[in-house]
């Protein structure tokens, strides 16, 4: 699998319910980002968890990451309608590079 | 809150025409970027931009494309000869430093 790869590709779940999303990446990071994008929109920024931090919270988001496993996971708690978008996590390369090398995609869908 | 702007929303344009994408990005970040996402697909790099000079690009930045400072505030995307498969959204960001990256709504570049 490439850089940044998030499962799974599409999710549905009901409201009120909890949302767990995964990605998982190849190289060595610095940090890793998680970002959202409504259909057609810009991307926005959630959370970004460094490398050397294990788990990181935001409102009724938690991220955690294992750098053993090379692998992070996304929870949003208590889902609303309103979070029904795409969620992207990014990585960057690890040698202090610029670029985010971006996941595919989690298509959430919380259904009302 | 300062944010990422991007003109225009939508831009229309012939096969081999020249277009060119502006941003202004939030006015004390120091690191810009350029990123496209072709319609259903993920999210690429393009260029990063630092100190007045490319910093990286990626092989999809070929000589068609360039970019430039041409003021304090405003950072651009120049396609020269537009292809069909240029067609997709244009995400230009900017940052502080080597951390988050702060996005824009985008372009959407039609390419017929």
């Known amino acids: 699998s490439q850089q940044g790869e998030e499962d799974p590709q599409a999710l549905s779940i009901q409201e009120g319910e909890n949302a767990t999303m995964n990605c998982s990446y190849k190289?060595?990071?610095?940090?890793l980002q998680w970002y959202r994008q409504n259909s057609g929109r810009g991307l926005v920024h959630l959370i970004l968890?460094?490398?050397?931090?294990r788990e990181k919270h935001s409102g009724r988001l938690r991220v955690t990451l294992d750098t053993s496993k090379k692998s992070s996971s996304l929870l949003i708690t208590a889902s609303r309608a309103a979070d029904t978008a795409s969620y992207f996590c990014?990585?960057?390369?690890?040698?202090?590079?610029?670029?985010?090398?971006f996941g595919p995609g989690t298509r959430l869908s919380v259904l009302p | 809150e300062p944010e990422v702007t991007q003109t225009p929303s939508h831009q229309v344009t012939q096969m081999g025409q020249e277009v060119i994408l502006r941003c202004v990005p939030i006015?004390?970040?120091?690191?810009f970027y350029w990123y496209r996402q072709i319609l259903g697909q993920k999210v690429e790099f393009l260029v990063s931009f630092y100190n007045n000079e490319i910093s990286e690009k990626s092989e999809i930045f070929d000589d068609q494309f360039s970019v430039e400072r041409p003021d304090g505030s405003n950072f651009t995307l120049k396609i020269r000869s537009t292809k069909l498969e240029d067609s997709a959204m244009y995400f230009c960001?900017?940052?502080?430093?080597?951390?988050?990256?702060?996005f824009g709504p985008g372009t959407r570049l039609t390419v017929l």
């Open positions: 968890i460094r490398s050397n931090e």
């Open positions: 960001a900017s940052s502080w430093d080597l951390g988050e990256q702060f």
């Open positions: 006015s004390n970040h120091l690191y």
């Open positions: 190289t060595s990071i610095n940090n």
């Open positions: 990014a990585t960057d390369p690890g040698n202090y590079g610029q670029n985010f090398v």
